[in-house]
């Protein structure tokens, strides 16, 4: 009988273990938001926020959460580098994010994802950004008084129009763009002085071979997923994303707002 009870308790400390080690390792890193920081000067002197991949459908960071980080560090502007929800019923949590985000009253600007395309009904999702004041750039511009920020289009589904993005933009400004899939910049024959972009989830799982596993377009074929980089046209940042697609765990990969120091 003793034995038999050694044995169960013994299956028992086994089975917390398996489970705390599970959450530590896969669901953890979803929710310890890491706040990552970037200075790359370009003369601007401003403070930009950005949130990528937010996944509402998947997403263990709570709306408050992100109201209390736009009101900790103070940015000058708000870009949301898409992958919102392709799921319709998930559109009313969608727009408790959308309001948190703007709660600050600091600009917001926004592009699309390859995971918005995918909404059955495309045009509630995008009154739900007009109703908040967010504006989305679908390859189109801005001028603001400092620079120009250009929105590209979703490049894995085909939405992108490069030229037409940075049709009659001031070039005595410096130009900024936000998109989602970063594949995009090697298709960019425009100058650029920095652009930002999500998609890859800094791999999410961050094993190798990933990408064989679950391609993701030639840049992550060349260990290209996350982080800063500099093609000939400019300097691109690669968010590694606050929510997760497919599966909603991430293993070596924290959930990550970006600041930038442009």
């Not at 489970?19 to 200075?39: C, D, G, H, N």
Request: net charge positive; hydrophobic share 40%.
């Amino acid at each position: 009988m003793l034995k038999r009870l050694s044995d169960l308790i013994i299956v028992l400390i086994a089975l917390i273990g398996m489970s705390a080690l599970f959450y530590l390792l896969l669901i953890m890193p979803t929710q310890w938001l890491k706040i990552e920081r970037v200075a790359h000067p370009i003369g601007l002197g401003k403070r930009f926020l950005q949130i990528s991949d937010l996944h509402v459908d998947m997403l263990r960071i709570g709306p408050d959460k992100m109201e209390a980080v736009v009101r900790a560090e103070k940015p000058d502007y708000i870009v949301l580098t898409g992958d919102y929800t392709y799921r319709r019923e998930y559109l009313p949590r969608l727009a408790l994010y959308l309001k948190a985000i703007t709660a600050v009253g600091v600009p917001v600007y926004a592009v699309l994802g390859n995971h918005d395309y995918q909404q059955p009904r495309p045009r509630e999702m995008l009154t739900l950004f007009r109703e908040q004041g967010i504006a989305i750039l679908r390859n189109g511009s801005v001028s603001l008084p400092e620079f120009t920020l250009i929105g590209i289009d979703n490049y894995s589904t085909g939405h992108s129009r490069i030229s037409e993005a940075f049709l009659n933009i001031e070039r005595s400004k410096p130009a900024i763009v936000i998109t989602h899939d970063p594949n995009v910049v090697l298709k960019i024959n425009q100058n650029y002085d920095y652009l930002m972009a999500g998609h890859f989830h800094g791999k999410q799982f961050n094993i190798p071979f990933f990408f064989k596993l679950k391609p993701k377009g030639p840049l992550s074929q060349r260990g290209i997923y996350r982080g800063l980089h500099r093609s000939e046209q400019g300097a691109y940042y690669i968010s590694k994303g606050i929510g997760q697609a497919g599966v909603n765990a991430r293993f070596m990969v924290r959930s990550e707002v970006t600041v930038h120091e442009l």
